[in-house]
């Protein structure tokens, strides 16, 4: 009694919390127009004054400061101002300067609060995506309120909250070649905070076409490259990548992780190397590359090749311009899709798979069998269906004994039935798993199957309190 | 000769996932130099314990690695003639794509 009390109360104070929040957010997002356009206004306002003004008043406006910021803008920008080597200059170039930034992810987190907190002029942020709570320990732009909302908004409306005076342009979209060239030719510089080889060929070309710099990020796991292409005669991407690597070669965060910090550090750095080639201060990186190792905390910056003369984007005798890029297939090149969605393999018969729903009715039903989770051993420290028994995939070879032994003794303990112990396989998504089938077959285990679709189905389709990953 | 060998950007997973290799690298008999085409023909006989294909193609790395001789682009020392020398340091990456 007690506990149903305290539990719908609870329910009611979670709806009412989750009420709130939807409204907070839907305010949040309306401020942050709202903003937008009254900064228009503003700008509008301040055109039209200048028209009006006798030009005399103007000159004398102008004699006193060799600059265009206002007392405000003195004010915030204040600690820029006094470093001798940043200093009035290369703050009013910053407030001129356009920086698109693609991706609203790791990197793309960072990299724009401190774009919108630093005062660059228009700031344009692309993504497609959705906020998802998985994202939220690295996209620190984002709050629990926008889960389910576009990146792009969640990202507009933080960096206006940051700094109301800078101009924000939101595209909800992929970067494409169809519209690429449209939306990349609007900005000074691009910073490629994307999360697959595609894109970041296709970045790289767009830059080339268009002559903009390119400040190029990557992180995965616990390491993190920063670069600089395409400015000051460096190289361009495919100076240094002229061919993509294979399709097993590229890692994602949400199969190998990611700890948050990482992508967060190389967002700042690549932050940092837009303001610096915006405000034209400093050495770039152009031409350099830097290796961040989080797990030894070490930072390696090495020399890079330059410009190549051969190269087939920004090569001397190059053939790559605007009509070329619209029509080439960034997919088919790297041979990997845009999108961030895990592989679908389909190696074995369907005689040889079960679903999870079907997996469920034999366990109940009491089906001697053995359950091989073939995921490596940490995935399986982190949750496992009951009495499965781990045997990661690059393991199997030498632990055939093991499930040879596993089955002979559920043949035992299940003595009264006579029939021989069935064998399953299951693993995080249905790829490894059926890997593993593929190879139990040629071994022997000729009734080994797999689990369609591995824990994620047995999560949405039998227990939907069993936590995915 | 002395070497000291790195891998990173997840070739590590290639060599038990040890990042740093301190190494004792011989000349071929008759041969008075080790060039980084001995060397990397050296690694994957030594050091690589799965899928060399994922460190190799032909008789260079695989596309989407970074060889960097002394923290400079191999490119510059003229790749797989590249001659090493005591103490070198070579660093093997593998280029990121995650955001």
Known sequence: MVSNVSGSSSRILQEEIDKLKAEKSSIEDRISALQAQLNEEKDKDKDSSTCCFPSSLSINASSCFQHALSPDMIYRYSRHLLLPSFGIEAQSKLLKSSILVVGAGGLGSPALLYLAASGVGRLGIVDHDVVELNNLHRQIIHAEAYIGQSKVTSAAAACRAINSTVQIVEYKEALRVSNALEIVSKYDIVIDATDNAPSRYMVNDCCVVLGKPLISGAAVGLEGQLTVYNHDGGPCYRCLFPTPPPTSACQRCSDSGVLGVVPGVIGCLQALEAIKVASSVGESLSGRMLLFDALSARIRIVKIRGRSFHCEACGENAAFKQPMFQKFDYEKFTQSPFASTPLKLNLLSESDRISSKDYKARVTNGEPHVLVDVRPAHHFKIVALPKSLNIPLSTLKDKLPAISSALKEEEVTDSSSGSSASLYVICRRGNDSQRAVHYLHQMGFTSARDILGGLESWASDVDPNFPTY | ?99
């Open chain 2, 1 to 99: 000769m002395q070497l000291t060998l790195e891998f990173g950007g997840g070739l590590e997973l290639l060599c038990e996932s040890v990042k740093i290799h301190n190494v004792n690298v011989d000349l071929e008999a008759g041969e008075e130099k080790l060039t980084m085409k001995d060397l990397l023909s050296w690694v994957r006989t030594n050091l690589i314990k799965e899928r060399p294909e994922m460190f190799m193609k032909g008789d260079s790395v695989r596309p989407g690695v970074l060889v960097l001789v002394n923290d400079c682009d191999w490119e510059l020392s003229g790749q797989l003639d590249t001659t090493l020398e005591e103490k070198d340091v070579v660093v093997f990456i593998s280029t990121l794509h995650g955001g």
